[in-house]
């Protein structure tokens, strides 16, 4: 009986190839969409985990609510956390956008990030040339490597070369001047600003003033003390907000789900893809057993039960839906590797595979019950007419 299936499956080629093309572009669309959503989310808390050192705990407003929204805090947050108890340090960090004046004379926005003079706790992440000490020299700074040739590409030169910033270059940052000391490389994230590195004094002196300049605090737990513990301990002596990293970045990665349409877009996106390929697969596999109807039921004439018809069907559904299932999936990561290299995000987790493979396989039960149905209600007759 499968070697009968899976002739009359590809008797009709036509059918057969628009069937697992229908399934596979219905899988495409379900991975690649939640693919690109999880990698999305992803780097919605690309800046907290770039922010790398021995720290526990990131104390900040009560009003944050995600790691890109900056409501300072006045500089004698700072000692009221170091005395709470359980904590055993604590550092400034600044976060800041401002206006960076390139060799050229272009003027682009930058996150400016300011740490801790004496440990330079929240560096980089992965220095790319120059050490992470060199931002103690004098109007030291180190960019972004990734953003020289995207945000701080320099215009070409009279002769058509193309000039790019090096080590020892100075820009201006509101109308001082910082000189390049190193390059540093990030993971993609999901805000677009390249990032400015110095310490925590020097930020203050770039900056514009105000009353309050201070971000964010970093503290670091006693040894053999509950981090939770301390983290609710800092709320209650000083009324800020502590959070560890994973739910500082839970906390953004929520934001932005609830306070943009990215959730609702890529849904609908995952949604017509399911539909897409019900109605596509659904309706040839109907049609495909229409023009076989005869087959079946000649089958039916020489008495073959519903079960072996059942068996012929499922047979047939089980081959396409695999055949596509494995093509779209194939297409989706091959996708998602050629695109590694830029700006778009995508994050392919083991779960996202699982999720694609039972939408398939209800598409795939769908289609082959409609089609079921027509062909067990097939009077064995009509072969004779």
């Known amino acids: 009986m499968n070697l009968i299936a899976l002739k009359m ?4 080629k036509l059918k057969y190839f628009s069937l697992i093309f229908g399934i596979a572009f219905a899988t495409l669309l ?3 969409q939640a ?4 990698g999305l989310m992803y780097n919605t808390g690309a800046s907290i985990r770039d922010t790398v050192g021995p720290y526990d705990l990131w104390v900040m407003d009560p009003e944050v609510q995600m790691s890109e929204e900056y409501k300072p805090l006045p500089d004698t947050a700072l000692d009221r956390v170091r005395s709470v108890s359980g904590v055993e340090w604590a550092v400034p960090l600044m976060r800041i956008r401002t206006n960076c004046r390139l060799p050229d004379g272009k003027t ?3 996150l400016m990030v300011g740490v801790d003079d004496a440990t330079l706790v929240g560096g980089p992440a992965k220095m790319v040339q120059g050490k992470l000490t060199d931002l103690r020299r004098d109007q030291a700074i180190m960019v972004e490597i990734k953003e020289l040739d995207r945000t701080l590409k320099l215009k070409p030169n009279p002769d058509g070369s193309q000039p790019v910033l090096q080590v020892g270059d100075s820009i201006d940052i509101n109308d001082n001047q910082a000189i390049i000391t190193g390059f540093f490389e990030v993971g993609r994230k999901f805000f677009w600003e390249p990032l400015i590195y110095t310490t925590y004094n020097r ?6 003033k105000t009353r309050k300049m201070l971000t964010f605090i970093l503290a670091k737990a006693k040894p053999g003390q509950n981090i939770q513990q301390v983290a609710d301990n800092i709320q209650q002596t000083t009324g800020l907000k502590a959070l560890t990293r994973e739910q500082f970045q839970e906390l ?7 306070n943009t349409g990215i959730l609702i877009n890529f849904s609908i996106s995952m949604a017509l893809g399911f539909v897409i390929g019900l109605l596509v697969c659904g309706q040839i596999l109907y049609n495909f ?6 087959y079946f039921a000649t089958l039916k004439a020489l008495g073959a039960t519903n079960g072996r018809l059942f068996r012929i069907v499922a047979t047939q559904v089980v081959v396409v839906g695999s055949m596509g299932y494995g093509i779209g999936l194939g297409a989706a990561a091959l996708f998602g590797t050629l695109m590694s290299g830029s700006r778009l995000a995508f994050l392919m987790v083991w779960q996202i595979p ?3 493979a039972g939408a398939i396989s209800i598409i795939c039960l769908l289609a082959g019950f409609l089609s079921l149905l027509k062909v067990l209600r097939q009077e064995p007759g009509i072969v004779f007419r």
């Open 108 to 110: 682009v926005t930058c």
């Open 35 to 38: 693919s690109i959503f999880l």
């Open 9 to 12: 499956l590809m008797g009709d």
């Open 252 to 258: 953004t990665k929520q934001y932005v789900m609830t």
């Open 289 to 294: 057993t229409l023009d076989n109807l005869k």
């Open 30 to 32: 379900i991975a690649q």
């Open 354 to 356: 699982v999720v694609a």
């Open 203 to 208: 930020a203050l002196s770039y900056a514009p």
